[in-house]
């Protein structure tokens, strides 16, 4: 054998050796972290202001015992965005919850007293929640179901993130509760929300305007559930029913499909809406 063969062979072995290496190392990095196990499409439940993951486990508790998720973690955000995954998503898990836990539940930044900037900046919560869940698994879209202030950040969620390639597309939104034209006493907000035939509130609060964007922006593949509350006069006590319906012009003329429904009566009231069987009910059968 010459001394030009013997170098080709050795060669060739060492290449083939650090190649190998390469996908041991590969292969080894993704178990440790996840990121090879694909997964059903996660639901993430985000609750509403001066709240925590407490409020969502009614809702989630109601599909467990309906066998529509048989999988539960939560993600704790701290108030830089670093988000700490509680729980795994086994492999084979049916269609997994994510419970969005905030600790800055209500949008305070320091150095920023507008609201509106607020929100824009702790929808980013919502993506930072998805990142981490990106790093353990894999996965094609996602399901967002939000409780007042949590739509907000769903909302500003979607107007920054709709048209980007690096998160997941949206296949379910369910919307509780959503004060879109502004809550009852908020200032700067109508009093009284009057919707044309088309859902476009005849005057629109300054934070509503931010979401206008969202009639060119929001997926053409979701399908889209509203869900609000009428105790009897117009409103669940803090949204009424009309700055909850105006979301509809917001996103119904690019969404697959959209639908609202109205809870009535005493169980309508504003906070307890996510306590609400009947909520519960239209969660599972429109998400499962």
């Known amino acids: 054998m010459t001394r030009k063969r013997k170098t080709i062979i050795a060669s060739t072995l060492l290449l083939v050796l650090v190649l190998l290496a390469v996908y041991i190392f590969k292969n080894n990095y993704q178990k440790e972290n996840g990121a090879s196990i694909r997964i059903d499409t996660p639901t993430l439940f985000v609750h509403g202001w001066g709240s925590s993951y407490h409020a969502e486990e009614s809702m989630v508790a109601y599909a467990q015992k309906q066998h529509a998720t048989n999988s539960v973690i939560r993600a704790d955000v701290s108030s830089n965005g670093k988000v700490t995954l509680i729980g795994t998503i086994k492999k084979r898990a049916k269609n997994p919850v994510v419970e969005v836990n905030l600790q800055n539940n209500k949008s305070i930044f320091a150095g920023t007293n507008n609201q509106i900037a607020a929100m824009n900046k702790s929808s980013n919560y919502i993506k930072d929640v998805i990142n981490a869940l990106q790093k353990r698994y894999r996965f094609n879209c996602i399901n967002l179901v939000g409780h007042s202030m949590g739509n907000l950040q769903i ?88 700055s909850a319906r105006s979301y509809r012009y917001l996103v119904s003329k690019r969404a697959r499909s959209y639908q609202e429904k109205e809870i009535r009566g005493p169980r309508a009231q504003h906070s307890k809406l996510h306590e609400n069987t009947k909520v519960d009910r239209l969660l599972v059968n429109f998400l499962w």
Request: hydrophobic content about 30%; charged content about 20%.
């Open 155 to 242: 909302a500003y969620y979607l107007r920054n993130n709709a048209t980007n390639s690096h998160m997941p597309n949206l296949n379910k939104q369910v919307s509780i509760a959503g004060h879109y034209n502004g809550y009852i006493g908020e200032q700067g907000a109508p009093n009284k929300t009057v919707l044309s035939r088309t859902g476009k509130p005849q005057k629109m609060s300054a934070g509503y305007r931010e979401l206008l964007s969202l009639r060119k922006k929001f997926p053409q593949n979701a399908d889209v559930l509203n869900i609000y509350g009428d105790m009897g006069s117009g409103s669940d006590g803090d949204v009424t029913v009309n």
